[in-house]
Structures are given as C-alpha cells and as structure tokens.
C-alpha cells in the first residue's frame, strides 16, 4: 500500500499564484522527500525534511511536517508555467533505502 | 557528472520475448533501485541493491523479472518472456547509501509490449 497521499491529485492555477499540495503518511518517519517530475521524465529531489525539523525553505518552496498529524504539505509560490509537473512526497520504509511514493499531485500553472 | 544513464530511451517488442534493460548509476553511490511507473499502480518500487547485493526484491511482480548488479557501475532488469501488461516506464535511481539520503533518477525507459 502507499506510504504517502497526496492532495489534491490534481491543482490548476495561474501564474502568479501559489500552490499547496499535501502529503499524509502511515507510519513513523526519519524523514520526508519531496519529488517533482517533469512529463515523460525521471524524478527530480526537491527537499528533505527530517523528522525533527518542522518547516524548511528552499527557493519559492516551503515544506512542512507535523509528526503528530504525520501530514507534510509542499507550498510554491509565485508559481511559474515551468513548475507544470507531478510532484510526489517520498518517505523511507524503515531504517532502509527504500522509499515509498506517494501518488503524486499534477499541478497545472497556467501563463 | 553525466547522471544516472538508462538504455534504451525506449523499447518496443512483442510478447514473449525477452527484454533487458540497463542502467549505470552515479559513480560513488552505493544503492541502485529499479522502480516501474504505470498510470494505474502509480511508481512501484521492484528491487534495489546495496554494494552489488540484491537487499530487497519483494517488488519484484513474478519469477519472470530478474535483476543483477555485475558490478557497482552496471545493473539490468530482464524480462522473459515479456508481457503487454508489463509495458510501463522503468525507472533506475541511485544514492550514495543510507535512509536518509536522497535518490537520483535516470530518464526512464519507456517499454511498450504488443
């Protein structure tokens, strides 16, 4: 079963705006990743959380975990057309390298 | 540092025959993982290796895929025979080991069995 959820599974907005895409998980974590892939393209790593960490900053992105709701959301602002993509939450299974996906979210920025 | 390489971009061929496709990881990094990505099930992880070893295959949907790492710079995922629902973008990603570390992703190769 998936690891992570997103929402919404689909978001369109204009450019301009800024786009929040939630991630809820199941078990405990050490941390969580956010994914962006392009249409017909592998995965790109975005950011990493860890599980102490409550909010992060990179770019236009801004990533938050609650641990106690075991919900993380991914927000971009100033969306831009070039941010059309999936993008996917990650966490690990474990202490292993495996990570699972989520389901991704497909967001739509609109010039 | 050219990345994760995958080969072929795509393959197209016909059931029952078998498939091999290849992947070289970023040098250095220790774990390779092939994941499948299909519309229906999402991105599936298959099996991944950690120093050449096959640490999980429980991803691995049946005896007619196999995996191998010859070499910490190679690794293929067989098919034989292939199926047309086994037609999906695989994925080959690498990371220099450890749980916390982030996965580099190839370009995928696009299977489609007629």
């Known amino acids: 079963s998936q690891q992570g959820e997103e929402d919404p599974q689909a978001l369109s907005i204009q450019e301009g705006e800024n786009a929040t895409m939630n991630c809820s998980y199941k078990t405990s974590i050490n941390n969580l990743q956010w994914y962006r892939q392009n249409s017909g393209r592998g995965l790109v790593h975005l950011i990493l959380i860890r599980s102490n960490e409550r909010e992060k900053h990179s770019g236009r992105l801004r990533v938050t975990l609650d641990t106690s709701k075991k919900s993380s959301s991914l927000l971009i602002t100033a969306s831009r057309a070039a941010d059309t993509a999936s993008y996917f939450c990650a966490t690990p299974r474990g202490n292993t390298d495996k990570l699972i996906f989520g389901t991704g979210t497909r967001l739509q920025v609109f010039p | 540092d050219a990345g994760v390489i995958q080969s072929p971009r795509h393959e197209v061929t016909e059931m029952g025959q078998e498939v091999t496709l290849r992947c070289k990881p970023i040098s250095g990094h220790n774990s390779l993982f092939w994941y499948r990505q299909t519309m229906m099930r999402g991105l599936e992880l298959l099996i991944y290796?950690?120093?050449?070893?096959?640490?999980?295959d429980s991803g691995m949907p049946e005896d007619r895929f196999s995996a191998k790492m010859p070499n910490a710079s190679f690794s293929t995922l067989k098919i034989q025979p292939s199926e047309p629902r086994d037609s999906a973008v695989y994925f080959c990603?690498?990371?220099?080991?450890?749980?916390?570390?982030?996965?580099?992703f190839g370009p995928g190769t696009r299977l489609t069995v007629l």
């Open positions: 990603a690498s990371n220099p080991s450890g749980y916390t570390d982030t996965q580099y």
């Open positions: 290796f950690n120093n050449n070893v096959p640490i999980d």
